[in-house]
């Protein structure tokens, strides 16, 4: 009877612990979906899409003075390049003559015996002849004296030209390498800026043009009421008015990054050829306008003069009078007029000063 009772204990016990021991998984309730995670990443702003784009074509801006830069650099080294080309073409040229010279005296002499003038007059016995050759003789040497230090100079500047189209030359594919990067560089931001207004929808994309005339009406009229313009009336010189001619006309024409006209500009492009038209040349990028030419205060400013923007000079307007500019704002915009306050000054310049 106690054997019974300890078995049937015994198999109690087996059928417990094989419950405990079997997978939890087989017990378990079925998960739930996890939640929403709080920490996704929120929607932009219109605000806030407006800053990254403006940011964007400002990027693109500075990217294109530093292309528009190594361009003009390339053109120069490739003018010197061909200057100096030529230069050593004649170099070799007048090295040959010399030499064909030397070798003329060399054959006469081989001719008269190998001996030199001198000693045959020696030899001549003849004392007026002597006196007349050694005349001779002396204009011989210092001719042949200055054929030799000329056929020396000739060489060092052959050398030193074949020296300068070398470093010429290695300049030029560094400014080449820039030009890729620049434009590289312009593509990828312009296109970033592109597919985030692309993203937007219509209505999104008006709201953001009104975004863009609201921030810039703001600015102009702060700075209008800074007194920035106060008892300014400044007639615009000759050459000053040919170029706010020359820049009201393309009025309507589009930004192109790199173009100077006739069809399209950029920023610089189209101040750099205003002044041109009024017969001034100027630097082609912004940044080269802030850095070369003279600097007027604000308040002296005067139409047909630059006003530079942004601290790193990346974009410039020309000032047309009564508060406005005319400027080539970004891609995808047209040549307009616009408030000169509009956009953060760094400075004035005046081409004709």
């Not at 300049?171 to 820039?178: I, M, S």
């Not at 040919?242 to 009025?251: D, G, S």
């Not at 500009?265 to 189209?270: K, N, R, V």
Request: net charge neutral; with cysteine.
């Amino acid at each position: 009877m106690n054997r019974r009772h300890c078995a049937s204990a015994a198999i109690t016990l087996v059928c417990a612990l094989a419950l405990l021991t079997a997978p939890v998984q087989a017990l378990a309730a079925p998960v739930p979906d996890p939640a929403p995670s709080s920490t996704s990443p929120a929607r932009k702003t219109l605000e806030e899409v407006r800053d990254e784009i403006d940011t964007l074509y400002r990027q693109a801006g500075a990217s294109t003075d530093a292309y528009n830069l190594a361009k003009e650099e390339a053109k120069r080294q490739s003018k010197e390049i061909a200057q100096l080309t030529e230069e050593i073409t004649e170099g070799q040229e007048r090295i040959a003559e010399l030499k064909n010279r030397a070798g003329a005296q060399a054959r006469e002499q081989y001719r008269n015996g190998g001996l030199p003038m001198g000693a045959q007059l020696m030899l001549s016995g003849d004392p007026n002849l002597f006196l007349d050759g050694m005349n001779q003789v002396r204009q011989g040497q210092q001719a042949t004296k200055g054929m030799l230090g000329e056929l020396e100079q000739a060489q060092e500047d052959l050398e030193t030209y074949t020296q300068d189209a070398n470093l010429n030359w290695k300049k030029l594919e560094a400014n080449r390498l820039k030009q890729a990067k620049a434009k590289k560089s312009i593509n990828a931001r312009i296109e970033a800026a592109k597919k985030l207004e692309a993203e937007l929808e219509e209505e999104e994309r008006v709201r953001l043009r009104t975004l863009e005339r609201e921030a810039a009406s703001t600015a102009q009229k702060a700075w209008l009421s800074s007194g920035a313009l106060k008892d300014i009336d400044r007639e615009a010189s000759a050459s000053g008015k040919a170029a706010v001619a020359f820049a009201t006309a393309q009025i309507g024409k589009p930004y192109v990054w790199g173009a100077a006209g006739p069809a399209s500009y950029d920023c610089s492009g189209l101040t750099s050829q205003a002044w041109a038209a009024a017969k001034r040349p100027i630097p082609r990028t912004s940044q080269e306008q802030w850095r070369q030419l003279p600097r007027v205060a604000v308040q002296d400013m005067r139409p047909g003069d630059l006003i530079i923007y942004y601290g790193d000079a990346s974009h410039v307007g020309m000032y047309v009078g009564g508060g406005s500019i005319v400027h080539a704002p970004r891609p995808g915009r047209d040549i307009t007029l616009a408030g000169a306050g509009s956009m953060e000054i760094l400075g004035v310049v005046r081409p004709d000063k």
